[in-house]
T-cell receptor, first 115, second 114 residues
Framework: NAGVTQTPKFQVLKTGQSMTLQCAQD?????MSWYRQDPGMGLRLIHY???????DQGEVPNGYNVSRSTTEDFPLRLLSAAPSQTSVYFC??????????????FGQGTRLTVV | KNQVEQSPQSLIILEGKNCTLQ??????????LRWYKQDTGRGPVSLTI?????NTKSNGRYTATLDADTKQSSLHITASQLSDSASYIC?????????????FGDGTTLTVKP
C-alpha cells in the first residue's frame, strides 16, 4: 500500500514548455485533488475530481488541465509553463469529499521551477 | 469570503515545553475542522478531524479543541520533541452551500530547539 505517489519530485522547465505531473493512489479513493503551495501562503486548490470521468475547477485553475480516466490516476498538465507556476504541487486523495470529514492523504509533492 | 487565520505565524520553543497554536475561521456553514502537520519537504499529514459536535480530540501529545460558537480552534502540543518541528495547518470545510469546499490556513511554523 503505497498511498499517494507523485512523480517527479523535482522538475525544471523553460517558459512555454509543457509537462504532466503524475499522481496515483492505491486506496480506491473516489476524491482526488491538486494543490499548489507557495511560500507564506496556504495550499490552494487547482482542480479536483469526485470520481473517474468527473473533474472540476478549484480556486486557481488557469494554466492547468486535468483528466480522470481511472480511479487511481489524476495527472495535472501544464499547457505552457510560466514563471508564476513555480511552486510546490501536492496531490491528495480521500474516500469522500471534505464534507464527510474524511481524512485526506497527500503525496510527497513536486517542486517545480519555471525559468 | 471564507477565511482561516492561524496564529502565531511562527513559534520557537525549547524541547519539553508545551505550546498552543490558534486557528480562527469565518467559514459558514461549518462542517469540520482538520489539523495537519507538514514536515519540511513533505506532504501534510492529518493529526485530527473535528466535527461540529466535538469539543476536544487528542492524538498522542496533540490535543485539538473546537469552539464552534466563537469559530475558534486550538492545537495544544504537550512535552514538545525535536520531531515536532514542522508547519501546522488548519483546514476548515464547509457544509450546505459550501459543501465539499475546504479553506486552508497559512500555517504556523513551529521550531523546537534542544
Amino acid at each position: 500500500n503505497a498511498g499517494v505517489t507523485q512523480t517527479p519530485k523535482f522538475q525544471v522547465l523553460k517558459t512555454g514548455q509543457s509537462m504532466t505531473l503524475q499522481c496515483a493512489q492505491d486506496m480506491n479513493h473516489e476524491y482526488m485533488s491538486w494543490y499548489r503551495q507557495d511560500p507564506g501562503m496556504g495550499l490552494r486548490l487547482i482542480h479536483y475530481s469526485v470520481g473517474a470521468g468527473i473533474t472540476d475547477q478549484g480556486e486557481v485553475p488557469n494554466g492547468y488541465n486535468v483528466s480522470r480516466s481511472t480511479t487511481e490516476d489524476f495527472p495535472l498538465r501544464l499547457l505552457s509553463a510560466a514563471p508564476s507556476q513555480t511552486s510546490v504541487y501536492f496531490c491528495a486523495s480521500s474516500y469522500g469529499q471534505a464534507l464527510l470529514g474524511t481524512e485526506a492523504f497527500f503525496g510527497q509533492g513536486t517542486r517545480l521551477t519555471v525559468v | 469570503k471564507n477565511q482561516v487565520e492561524q496564529s502565531p505565524q511562527s513559534l520557537i520553543i525549547l524541547e519539553g515545553k508545551n505550546c498552543t497554536l490558534q486557528c480562527n475561521y469565518t467559514v459558514s456553514p461549518f462542517s469540520n475542522l482538520r489539523w495537519y502537520k507538514q514536515d519540511t519537504g513533505r506532504g501534510p499529514v492529518s493529526l485530527t478531524i473535528m466535527t461540529f459536535s466535538e469539543n476536544t480530540k487528542s492524538n498522542g501529545r496533540y490535543t485539538a479543541t473546537l469552539d464552534a460558537d466563537t469559530k475558534q480552534s486550538s492545537l495544544h502540543i504537550t512535552a514538545s520533541q525535536l520531531s515536532d518541528s514542522a508547519s501546522y495547518i488548519c483546514v476548515v470545510s464547509g457544509g450546505d452551500t459550501n459543501a465539499g469546499k475546504s479553506t486552508f490556513g497559512d500555517g504556523t511554523t513551529l521550531t523546537v530547539k534542544p
